[in-house]
């Protein structure tokens, strides 16, 4: 079986869905159920016996000792995290302790357990850590897309915790030996996503007809990518990754903020249309993120040329069905709105008077 950390998160619950969609291989899911977290999204697993959902902290060494002792993983896929930048300003302190002492301590009781396995298995153990492009910190206009061997320049405290695991997991391996593999790639969407990333916030706030909140001039880039394309793409780094490398991931998708929140409103517009009229009205300028890093784009031939890995969605697919999805799942959405949902909400958005 496979050890998932962060398994009730956006992307982790994807991967966790997919991966029993595809193989009979049975998963220990470990989540602490932070706000980002949610029970209802593994919902489609209940009673199944090839999911263990476990609701705990990778920061508890006692706990995660107790899994690896327990289950015997033959791998760990490690995507908890605190992850979002805005909230990462707001309070630094829980993105240090999840994504630097969570993945330290994952990686002591890692090694630990992998030190005592027989050969044949030793062998066979991987450790995957998931990361980020922020990492690589904030490209200009000409820029080339990062490469794998870009030098670190996080400029958020979200990046910096998430560039600060990665040395950690490039140090165990390098000292310790220990199997490990990392991907870094772009901004996902999809499925699932908490409403406080920025596609589901505008398409959530669309609906409920209140303001689409650009930072800044709405000219940031992204690279975007399918969550389903991602998960994929770690299924590949784990099967056949080689130890000790890292695997940039990205969508060949460079769009500006403005133009994510247009075509978002262009899909509602055809898919529910308002009798107030187009949704872009509710398009309003605020107050730019501090540290707003410009540009991310993710050069992705390594993971292609070494695995043979490419996105399977186009933007274009992968946004419809997402848009969909969203008007689909009006409970998914209502559900999470809890009232720490709207205190955030409130707190983030109130400070940034509406610029011209
Ligand atoms: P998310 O915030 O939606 O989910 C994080 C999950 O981790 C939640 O279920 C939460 O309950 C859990 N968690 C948080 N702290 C924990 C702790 N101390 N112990 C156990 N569980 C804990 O995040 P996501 O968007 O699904 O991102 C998953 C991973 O992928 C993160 O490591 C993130 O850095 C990385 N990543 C995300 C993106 C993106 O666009 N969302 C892009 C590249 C990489
Ligand atoms: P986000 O989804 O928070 O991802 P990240 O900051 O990790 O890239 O934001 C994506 C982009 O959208 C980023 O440039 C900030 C911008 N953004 C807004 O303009 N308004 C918003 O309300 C949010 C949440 C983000």
Redesign the pocket.
Same mark, same amino acid.
């Given at each position: 079986m496979i050890l998932v950390?962060?398994?009730?998160?956006?992307?982790?619950?994807n991967f966790v869905l997919d991966w029993l969609a595809t193989s009979d291989e049975p998963v220990i899911n470990?989540?602490?159920?932070?706000?980002?977290?949610?029970r209802e999204t593994l919902a489609p697993l209940e009673g199944d016996a090839r999911h263990l959902f476990v609701h705990?902290?990778?920061?508890d060494r006692a706990l995660v000792e107790r899994l690896f002792a327990e289950h015997k993983p033959r791998a760990v896929v490690? !995507?908890?995290?605190?992850?979002?930048v805005d909230r990462s300003i707001d309070g630094p302190g829980?993105f240090v302790?999840?994504?630097v002492d969570?993945t330290f301590t994952l990686l002591e009781a890692a090694r630990a357990h992998w030190s005592a396995l027989p050969a044949g298995e030793r062998e066979l153990f991987r450790f995957l850590h998931?990361?980020?492009?922020?990492v690589y910190g904030s490209l200009g206009p000409n820029d080339p897309a990062f490469t794998e061997t870009k030098t670190y320049e996080p400029n958020s405290p979200?990046s910096a915790s998430?560039a600060a695991s990665d040395h950690l997991v490039r140090a165990w391996h390098h000292t310790y030996g220990l199997p490990v593999l990392t991907t870094?790639?772009?901004?996902?969407?999809g499925h699932y996503? !908490?409403p406080e990333?920025l596609i589901p916030l505008m398409i959530v706030n669309a609906l409920a007809g209140k303001p689409l909140p650009i930072y800044g001039d709405g000219q940031n880039v992204r690279d975007w990518l399918y969550v389903g394309d991602?998960c994929s793409a770690i299924r590949e780094v784990l099967a056949r990754g080689r130890l000790g490398e890292t695997y940039n991931v990205g969508g060949w998708n460079e769009m500006a903020n403005l133009e994510i929140v247009h075509t978002l409103c262009a899909l509602l517009d055809e898919l529910r249309p308002s009798a107030a009229g187009s949704y872009a009205r509710l398009v309003t300028y605020v107050k730019d993120r501090p540290g707003h890093d410009r540009r991310y784009a993710i050069d992705a031939r390594k993971i292609e040329r070494e695995l043979g890995w490419r996105p399977a969605e186009t933007f274009q697919s992968g946004i419809r069905k997402t848009v969909q999805w969203y008007l689909d799942n009006p409970g998914w959405i209502a559900n999470v709105q809890s009232g720490a949902y709207r205190d955030w909400v409130a707190r983030n958005y109130a400070g940034r008077e509406v610029q011209p």
């Open positions: 950390t962060g398994g009730a998160g956006f992307i982790g619950a470990l989540d602490a159920l932070t706000y980002a977290g949610n705990g902290d990778i920061c490690h !995507f908890a995290a605190e992850s979002h829980a302790r999840t994504n969570g998931v990361s980020t492009d922020e979200y998430k870094n790639c772009s901004n996902n969407y996503q !908490f990333k991602h």
